[in-house]
């Protein structure tokens, strides 16, 4: 393999980001995140894709009619805290 050249996740990377997805998705479409910048704007989770290590995930969203994308982000960057908390509360897993 050379330089610059990305190995395709492992299933279990696939596995474990598809239910970081159903989680996050659960929590979102709940309504728990009480933030003025998400307001009741519905938001897709796209993608999750966890590390090889299975310790950090990165997840893509984007809100439905892709309106005020840099404020709903930004208050899911507030939010992150008990998002991850939540999450990790949902999915039992080591790390």
């Known amino acids: 393999m050379r ?4 190995k395709a996740p492992s299933q279990r990377q ?7 997805r159903h989680a996050l998705a659960w929590i979102l479409e709940r309504g728990e995140i009480h ?14 894709r966890i590390s090889p290590d299975l310790r950090n995930a ?10 005020d ?12 805290g008990y998002i991850r908390g ?4 949902m999915v039992n897993l080591k790390f």
């Open 3 to 6: 330089k610059g050249e990305a």
């Open 14 to 20: 696939l596995r474990v980001g598809e239910e970081l």
């Open 35 to 48: 933030d003025t910048g998400l307001g009741s704007a519905p938001v897709t989770v796209t993608e999750v």
């Open 58 to 67: 990165t997840a893509f969203v984007m809100p439905l009619g892709g309106g």
């Open 69 to 80: 994308v840099v404020e709903i982000v930004a208050a899911l960057n507030r939010a992150a």
């Open 86 to 89: 939540r999450v990790s509360r």
